[in-house]
């Protein structure tokens, strides 16, 4: 198979950065285009899997709980030490505006 | 001194014929010797860490026990969360992030006396398999500086290997310990999903990724490993289990094992690989193991399962980078602007890769034929692992088909750079326990014997690779210093 035929459309590619949050440069959506494509011929050989009956691995092992317990906690300082941006014990952040 | 394995060096310690700030001092010597031409650390802490040693004396002096790593060296992987010093991950998003709390298992480390002296480097995010993908440029394999040191704990396999620090964590989602320790000639070991606490460790792949150790031989695996290990109520899938004496159980040997070669999977491995790997598993047989062909048929489809799994969830592990409580932000006119500004300027290319792949399998439309698909392929890879470890004690593998590469060999190919972890990945998406330890070299380069046991069974895993290492003595190869252009070491 060609690469111009394994290749995601540049629609696919800006649709998903989209939807990751994630401005991309022309040469990157180049790229992403032919490389995610390879990459999706390779993992497409799971089709050949028989996989009738088999269930799915949702979760790795099981959970491990404890006692739902107030414990001490980060103070506002220290959890805001990192911020960007920051307004009095809040993260600031630039207004939200709707999106289409 | 830098030859001595941790268990060699913690009776001196303790005997006061070695003292901890000397032992400090002659390893912070040889990092900075070194650093220039291998680029293993991306921080150090040398005062903090003498101020440590100083006081690992004192108590030694005094006559008290400090713990059963006092007065150690170590490393840690620089995705693993160290109180007041930069965690990165290899990236320019968390390049200014100083972490509020220890990981807990650099809190276990210290209230066991070991003295942490830096973090070190990694593929961004722990993606990859050569440190090629840090922000902050490759590190080297001490074997030979034209080479990857594998990845992603590149950084963490090469101060051990080039006897800056004894020992040094990393952590394993697709095989990022054991294929790094093959690559440079050291023993690490991938535990058991479930043993090791993540509490502290940034996310890559939260079903797969696992702490574990990398050290000069599968004794100090042991040593280090016994103080990782354990229930840990801050991360719930750490589960509640007893921890064997791991050190007590590694004599026990091989005698009577039966060990499990997937044959079918190493056809078309390099002849010098498959002669390694057949000197390697003869010795075992001379140890009294008995080796079993076992048939493992959907592994082959672990590589391309792993391929769907580990970047789905990436892409939502790393959604919290989004420049509003840390790191990196890049302004933009509203918030989604923002973000998506701030992700573009702090994401290198195999991370974005991943992100944009994981989103797309996990989008409508795709997600019931690859993401869906992918996890129940990981429950037959599951099964197959199972029922070979119903047949045999233990299964071997070499840990890579080939040896170290050259660097940017593989850059510019994905896909061939991901072929590199194809006997390592199963072992995480079956939440098994893996060791490497090193077997003879390939192309004058070191590689590894894989052991991979049943789930909680590490003790026998590592006794394998202790009766190895007491009939062969590949781990205590050393690279030339004279190729570091570090001069008298």
Known sequence: MSHSQTRLSLREVDHVARLARLDLEPDERERLA????????????????????VEPTIQARTNVFREDQPAPTLSPEVAL???????????????????? | MHRLAAHQLLPRLRHRQLRARDLLEQALGRIDRLEPTLHAFLNLQADQARAQADRI?????AGRDPGPLAGLPVALKDNLCLQGMPTTCGSRILETFVPPYDAT?????????????????????AMGSST???????????????????????????AVAAGMVPLALGSDTGGSIRQPAAFCGVSGMKPTYGRVSRHGLVAFASSLDQVGPLARDARDCALLLGILAGHDPLDSTCEDRPVPDYQALLERGVEGLRLGIPRAFLQGLEPEMLASFEEATGALVGCGARLVDVELPHLEYALPAYYILAPAEASSNLARFDGVRYGLRVSGPDVAAMMRRTRAAGFGAEVKRRIVLGTYTLSAGYHEAYYSRAQKVRSVVSRDFQEALARVDLLVLPTTPIPAFPLGEKTADPLDMYLSDVYTVGVNLAGLPGLSVPMAPVQGMPAGLQVIGRAWDEARVLACGQALQSVRQY??????????GGGKA
């Not at chain 1, 995610?36 to 009956?53: F, N, P, S, T």
């Open chain 1, 34 to 53: 032919l490389q995610l494509g390879l990459v999706l011929e390779y993992v497409g050989r799971l089709a050949e899997v028989d996989l009738e009956g």
């Open chain 1, 81 to 100: 030490a990192n911020a960007p941006a920051r307004q009095g014990d809040y993260f600031r952040i630039p207004r939200i505006l709707e999106e289409d």
């Open chain 2, 57 to 61: 004396d004192a108590e030694l002096d």
């Open chain 2, 105 to 125: 298992v650099v809190r276990r480390l210290q209230a066991a006396g070991a003295i942490v002296v830096g973090k070190t480097n990694l593929d961004e995010f």
């Open chain 2, 132 to 158: 090629e993908n840090s922000a902050f440029g490759p590190t080297r394999n001490p074997w030979d500086p034209g080479r990857v040191p594998g990845g992603s704990s590149g950084g963490s396999a090469v």
């Open chain 2, 475 to 484: 781990h205590l190869a050393l690279p030339q210093s004279g190729l570091l």
